[in-house]
């Protein structure tokens, strides 16, 4: 069983279109995150939840709106998709944030936007 | 800006060799450290890790080194193997209650 799955892995769309990503942990962790890695592999925190609440957000455009509906799921909807916004997603868990526990990474969502 | 940066960006080493990684981070604060490895199309994957309250830590066929008074860390790889190819991240947590924050990463090629 993959621990953190995100769906879809490939997601190619054009400019102003509204999308979304999913990522389910199957860990039993109560924190979930959003990285964004660039062209140059650079990753960087978007959000963090803790138990569903949100506890980080790292100055992400408000067309980007993480919804948890559960500890175990924390899906990335984005509005009024932008060329910039191309990039690779990763969602993650851990079991505590901050704690010295290593988070676990799912395997990316490669967007692209045309 | 960042806190963590890699003096490396690209690392090339003959198959069985070893291989070193380095890692300098700003912030004193940061007290747990992790190497992750990403190879291509998938995410990063963990590696291992140190507390602040060690420099050294072993595991099979790595070693991670911290060294608090200059802020810098490294990964050493033993017997670097075609498999060990991939980006390789340093992160670190600077506080309780925070995520991750990842260094630039550098490319480990390995030569066969």
């Known amino acids: 069983d993959t621990a953190v799955s995100q769906t879809p892995k490939y997601l190619v769309t054009q400019m102003g279109n509204d999308k979304s990503i999913k990522c389910e942990q199957n860990?039993?962790?109560?924190?979930m995150y959003w990285y964004k890695q660039d062209s140059k592999k650079f990753l960087k925190i978007m959000f963090s939840y803790n138990n569903k609440e949100l506890i980080i957000n790292e100055t992400v455009p408000n067309r980007f709106s993480p919804k948890s509906p559960d500890k175990a799921h924390l899906n990335l909807h984005i509005n009024s998709l932008e060329l910039g916004d191309s990039a690779v997603y990763f969602c993650a868990s851990s079991q505590d944030p901050g704690e010295d526990t290593e988070a676990f990474f799912g395997q990316g969502t490669r967007l692209t936007v045309v | 800006g960042e806190s963590v940066g890699l003096h490396l960006p690209t690392l090339s080493v003959q198959e069985g060799d070893n291989s070193i990684i380095n890692c300098a981070y700003s912030n004193s604060a940061s007290d747990y450290f992790i190497w992750y490895k990403q190879e291509s199309g998938k995410g990063p994957q963990f590696i291992i890790d140190?507390?602040?309250?060690?420099d050294k830590r072993q595991g099979q066929r790595v070693t991670v080194l911290l060294n608090k008074t200059v802020k810098h860390l490294s990964l050493q790889i033993a017997a670097t193997q075609p498999g060990d190819s991939a980006v390789y991240f340093c992160?670190?947590?600077?506080?309780?209650?925070?995520?991750?924050?990842f260094g630039k990463g550098t490319r480990l090629s390995v030569i066969a």
């Open positions: 140190i507390r602040s309250n060690m």
């Open positions: 860990l039993g962790h109560d924190t």
């Open positions: 992160a670190e947590i600077i506080s309780g209650n925070t995520p991750l924050v």
